[in-house]
Protein backbone atom coordinates (compact mmCIF):
# COMPACT_ATOMS: atom_id res chain seq x y z
CA UNK A 1 0.00 0.00 0.00
CA UNK A 2 1.48 3.52 -1.31
CA UNK A 3 1.47 6.32 1.19
CA UNK A 4 2.16 9.92 0.39
CA UNK A 5 2.70 12.48 3.40
CA UNK A 6 2.77 16.07 3.45
CA UNK A 7 5.05 17.75 5.77
CA UNK A 8 5.61 21.62 6.26
CA UNK A 9 5.11 24.87 7.98
CA UNK A 10 1.36 26.15 7.87
CA UNK A 11 2.32 29.75 7.90
CA UNK A 12 4.77 31.41 5.37
CA UNK A 13 4.66 34.92 5.18
CA UNK A 14 4.25 37.00 2.36
CA UNK A 15 7.27 37.63 -0.38
CA UNK A 16 8.89 34.12 1.26
CA UNK A 17 9.28 30.61 -0.03
CA UNK A 18 6.54 28.21 0.95
CA UNK A 19 8.61 24.54 0.91
CA UNK A 20 6.19 21.20 1.98
CA UNK A 21 7.65 17.76 1.36
CA UNK A 22 6.16 14.66 0.15
CA UNK A 23 7.49 11.54 2.33
CA UNK A 24 6.57 8.06 0.17
CA UNK A 25 6.24 4.64 1.46
CA UNK A 26 5.46 1.46 0.05
CA UNK A 27 7.23 2.01 -3.21
CA UNK A 28 9.49 3.90 -4.87
CA UNK A 29 9.50 7.41 -6.69
CA UNK A 30 12.09 5.91 -9.26
CA UNK A 31 9.84 3.38 -10.43
CA UNK A 32 8.54 3.45 -13.94
CA UNK A 33 6.23 5.14 -14.66
CA UNK A 34 5.16 7.06 -11.96
CA UNK A 35 4.52 11.05 -12.26
CA UNK A 36 4.60 12.67 -8.45
CA UNK A 37 2.64 15.57 -8.30
CA UNK A 38 1.92 18.65 -6.68
CA UNK A 39 -1.82 19.89 -6.53
CA UNK A 40 -3.28 22.56 -3.83
CA UNK A 41 -6.65 23.68 -3.25
CA UNK A 42 -7.57 27.32 -2.10
CA UNK A 43 -10.74 27.72 0.17
CA UNK A 44 -13.81 27.68 -1.65
CA UNK A 45 -12.12 26.41 -5.06
CA UNK A 46 -11.28 23.33 -7.41
CA UNK A 47 -7.67 21.40 -7.29
CA UNK A 48 -5.15 23.23 -9.01
CA UNK A 49 -2.48 21.12 -10.49
CA UNK A 50 0.56 22.64 -9.69
CA UNK A 51 3.29 20.46 -11.30
CA UNK A 52 5.32 16.66 -11.33
CA UNK A 53 8.34 15.43 -11.27
CA UNK A 54 8.99 12.23 -12.94
CA UNK A 55 10.45 9.01 -12.31
CA UNK A 56 13.19 9.78 -14.41
CA UNK A 57 13.35 12.85 -12.66
CA UNK A 58 12.28 15.35 -15.07
CA UNK A 59 9.69 17.80 -13.93
CA UNK A 60 6.95 19.85 -15.95
CA UNK A 61 4.99 23.37 -14.07
CA UNK A 62 1.92 24.63 -14.42
CA UNK A 63 2.53 27.40 -17.01
CA UNK A 64 0.72 29.68 -14.57
CA UNK A 65 2.75 28.99 -11.50
CA UNK A 66 6.25 28.11 -13.28
CA UNK A 67 7.98 31.12 -12.65
CA UNK A 68 7.76 30.25 -8.76
CA UNK A 69 7.64 26.74 -8.88
CA UNK A 70 10.73 24.12 -8.59
CA UNK A 71 9.84 20.72 -7.77
CA UNK A 72 13.30 18.34 -6.86
CA UNK A 73 13.60 15.31 -4.87
CA UNK A 74 15.62 12.83 -2.74
CA UNK A 75 15.56 9.69 -3.75
CA UNK A 76 17.84 8.32 -0.69
CA UNK A 77 14.98 9.83 1.43
CA UNK A 78 12.11 8.96 -0.94
CA UNK A 79 11.07 12.17 -1.13
CA UNK A 80 10.00 14.96 -3.07
CA UNK A 81 9.77 18.47 -2.44
CA UNK A 82 7.75 21.55 -3.53
CA UNK A 83 9.10 25.23 -3.57
CA UNK A 84 6.94 27.77 -4.26
CA UNK A 85 8.48 31.45 -4.20
CA UNK A 86 7.10 35.15 -3.75
CA UNK A 87 4.19 33.74 -2.50
CA UNK A 88 1.31 36.18 -1.83
CA UNK A 89 -2.11 35.67 0.23
CA UNK A 90 -3.81 34.07 -3.14
CA UNK A 91 -0.79 31.22 -2.20
CA UNK A 92 -3.32 30.16 0.46
CA UNK A 93 -4.58 26.57 0.51
CA UNK A 94 -4.59 22.70 1.09
CA UNK A 95 -1.67 21.50 -0.78
CA UNK A 96 -1.77 17.73 -1.81
CA UNK A 97 1.25 15.40 -3.07
CA UNK A 98 -0.21 12.45 -5.49
CA UNK A 99 0.82 9.66 -7.38
CA UNK A 100 -0.64 9.18 -11.26
CA UNK A 101 0.34 6.36 -13.48
CA UNK A 102 1.71 7.81 -16.68
CA UNK A 103 2.49 11.15 -18.34
CA UNK A 104 -1.59 11.39 -19.46
CA UNK A 105 -2.81 10.60 -16.45
CA UNK A 106 -0.55 13.56 -14.50
CA UNK A 107 -1.38 15.90 -17.12
CA UNK A 108 -5.65 14.54 -16.97
CA UNK A 109 -5.21 14.55 -12.91
CA UNK A 110 -5.86 11.25 -12.21
CA UNK A 111 -4.30 9.83 -9.40
CA UNK A 112 -4.29 6.83 -7.82
CA UNK A 113 -2.66 7.66 -4.29
CA UNK A 114 -3.01 11.28 -2.47
CA UNK A 115 -1.55 12.42 0.55
CA UNK A 116 -4.43 13.38 3.12
CA UNK A 117 -2.98 17.33 2.31
CA UNK A 118 -1.41 20.02 4.23
CA UNK A 119 -3.24 23.55 5.54
CA UNK A 120 -0.47 26.50 3.95
CA UNK A 121 -1.76 30.10 4.85
CA UNK A 122 -0.20 32.94 3.70
CA UNK A 123 -0.22 35.97 6.10
CA UNK A 124 1.98 38.36 7.61
Known amino acids: QVQLQESGPGLVKPSQTLSLTCTVSGGSITTNFYYWSWIRQPPGKGLEWIGYIAYSGSTYYSPSLKSRTSISRDTSKNQFTLQLSSVTPEDTAVYYC????????????????RGQGTQVTVSS
Open 98 to 113: ARAVGRPGAMRGEYDY
